[in-house]
T-cell receptor, first 112, second 115 residues
Framework: EADIYQTPRYLVIGTGKKITLECSQT?????MYWYQQDPGMELHLIHY???????EKGDLSSESTVSRIRTEHFPLTLESARPSHTSQYLC???????????FGSGTRLTVV | AQTVTQSQPEMSVQEAETVTLSCTYD???????LFWYKQPPSRQMILVIR??????QNATENRFSVNFQKAAKSFSLKISDSQLGDTAMYFC????????????FGGGTRLMVKP
């Protein structure tokens, strides 16, 4: 069982609400990532971090923001949710290139 | 930039039979890693198998094996003795060596194992 946890697993919220998706890992990995997975299942990198106080935007433009104050914690925040944000969000971490990524179970977000 | 292409959006196989999922990639680099990930319905994405480009020997993990053709930039996944639990989305992924640990994913292949 992977040591990376995402909460909540499912979330339905109204338009305009602020939400934070939690991601925590207990493996001590420096590198962490957020992916958005669309209904067609394609994966799009939206944010990544190489360590504490390091955050970068990914390939897909996103209105979300992230923070990395502690190694184990990499939350993603949407200040004002819209229906276009409806998607599955996957968090991942990695120790090095050789081992690829370990993924969390995902958060399925629905904005109504 | 690297691209990864999975040309089979959907595939099906009978239980106990063998199936091969295709993946091609485009890169000008010589050192890199390749991965296959499995995402079962509503479940966590997990690593199935990985291959280091400098190794000529094809990776094998139990019923899963790859056919890595570096010159052709091809990295197919073979699943032998398919089981119902193999039903999932399968993603091929590429990572450059010493390039920031960034994975590039293919679009995925949905595999259905039929009883």
């Amino acid at each position: 069982e992977a040591d990376i946890y995402q909460t909540p697993r499912y979330l339905v919220i109204g338009t305009g609400k602020k939400i934070t998706l939690e991601c925590s890992q207990t493996m001590g990995h420096d590198k962490m990532y957020w992916y958005q997975q669309d209904p067609g299942m394609e994966l799009h990198l939206i944010h990544y971090s190489y360590g504490v106080n390091s955050t970068e935007k990914g390939d897909l433009s996103s209105e979300s923001t992230v923070s990395r104050i502690r190694t184990e914690h990499f939350p993603l925040t949407l200040e004002s949710a819209r229906p276009s944000h409806t998607s599955q969000y996957l968090c991942a971490s990695s120790p090095s290139e050789l081992y690829g990524y370990t993924f969390g179970s995902g958060t399925r977000l629905t904005v109504v | 930039a690297q691209t990864v292409t999975q040309s089979q959006p959907e595939m099906s196989v009978q239980e106990a039979e063998t199936v091969t999922l295709s993946c091609t990639y485009d890169t000008s680099e010589n050192n890199y890693y390749l991965f296959w990930y499995k995402q079962p319905p509503s479940r966590q994405m997990i690593l199935v198998i990985r291959q280091e480009a400098y190794k000529q020997q094809n990776a094998t993990e139990n019923r899963f094996s790859v056919n890595f053709q570096k010159a052709a930039k091809s990295f197919s996944l073979k699943i032998s003795d398919s089981q119902l639990g193999d039903t999932a989305m399968y993603f091929c992924a590429f990572m450059n060596y010493n390039a920031g640990n960034m994975l590039t994913f293919g679009g995925g292949t949905r595999l259905m194992v039929k009883p």
